[in-house]
Nanobody
């Protein structure tokens, strides 16, 4: 069982920046590929970013490429999502997820999910 706890959400203005963190206590964090997904009001869950176990491989969709960056620190058991120049449409609950099927763009690639952190972007 992997417990994931997101933090760093809140209110941010367009043009600002925000960094989300996802902590996974335990010594097995480095064995998991990590992903970020989001679900905006009235929308389906959407893939945002993924990173391999060692951090050498990442994938980010075109919708947020150039504005979002994913990284991880395995010594701190934490994965990050840096959000620069956020847009109002980035408003959503952001979830991190962990899996061992290789980096994936689909929810089914991940076995463990955090509760999510709300990000609200205002203009």
């Amino acid at each position: 069982q992997v417990q994931l706890v997101e933090s760093g959400g809140g209110l941010v203005q367009t043009g600002g920046s925000l960094r989300l963190s996802c902590a996974a206590p335990g010594r097995t964090f480095g064995n998991y590929d990590m992903g970020w997904f989001r679900q905006g009001p009235g929308k389906e869950r959407e893939f945002v970013a993924t990173i391999s176990t060692t951090g050498t491989t990442t994938a980010i969709p075109d919708s947020v490429k150039g504005r979002f960056t994913i990284s991880r620190n395995n010594t701190k058991n934490t994965v990050y999502l840096q959000k620069d120049s956020p847009k109002v449409e980035d408003t959503a609950v952001y979830h991190c997820a962990a899996g061992q099927r290789g980096i994936g763009l689909l929810s089914r690639s991940y076995d463990y999910w955090g509760q999510g952190t709300q990000v609200t972007v205002s203009s």
